[in-house]
Nanobody
Framework: QVQLVESGGGLVQAGDSLRLSCAASGRTFSSYTMGWFRQAPGKEREFVAAISWSGVRTYYEDSVKGRFTISRDNGKKAVYLQMDSLKPEDTAVYYC???????????????WGQGTQVTVSS
C-alpha cells in the first residue's frame, strides 16, 4: 500500500518554471515505477512522464520532452517533476501515481495522489 501526496502546483506565467513534488508513504516505495499524469478541463487524463524504480529509465510524453524532467529520491520516498518553459497548454491538474507493471497508461498504475493544480497564463 502506498499513499501519495502532491505539492508544488500554482499559477505561473508562460515561460516560467515549477517543481512538483510527490511524497510517498509505505515500505515498498523503491519497488514502484512512478509516473506523472495530468488532466485538463474537459479532457481525459494523459501520461506526462515516468521513472523506473532505480531511476535509470525515464519516459516522457512528446510535448514535454526537453522541458520537463522527472526524478526520484528513494531514500526520501519522493518523486519530482521539474517543469521548465511552461506553456498555457500545460495547464491541468497533475497527478502522481505508482505502478507495479508498465508505465505508459493510467491502467498500469495502482495508487494515485489527489492532484495539484498547475495554471499557466499567457
Amino acid at each position: 500500500q502506498v499513499q501519495l501526496v502532491e505539492s508544488g502546483g500554482g499559477l505561473v506565467q508562460a515561460g516560467d518554471s515549477l517543481r512538483l513534488s510527490c511524497a510517498a508513504s509505505g515500505r515498498t516505495f523503491s519497488s514502484y515505477t512512478m509516473g506523472w499524469f495530468r488532466q485538463a478541463p474537459g479532457k481525459e487524463r494523459e501520461f506526462v512522464a515516468a521513472i523506473s524504480w532505480s531511476g535509470v529509465r525515464t519516459y516522457y510524453e512528446d510535448s514535454v520532452k526537453g522541458r520537463f524532467t522527472i526524478s526520484r529520491d528513494n531514500g526520501k520516498k519522493a518523486v519530482y517533476l521539474q517543469m521548465d518553459s511552461l506553456k498555457p497548454e500545460d495547464t491541468a491538474v497533475y497527478y502522481c501515481a505508482a505502478a507495479t507493471r508498465g508505465w505508459s497508461t493510467s491502467t498500469d498504475y495502482d495508487y494515485w495522489g489527489q492532484g495539484t493544480q498547475v495554471t499557466v497564463s499567457s
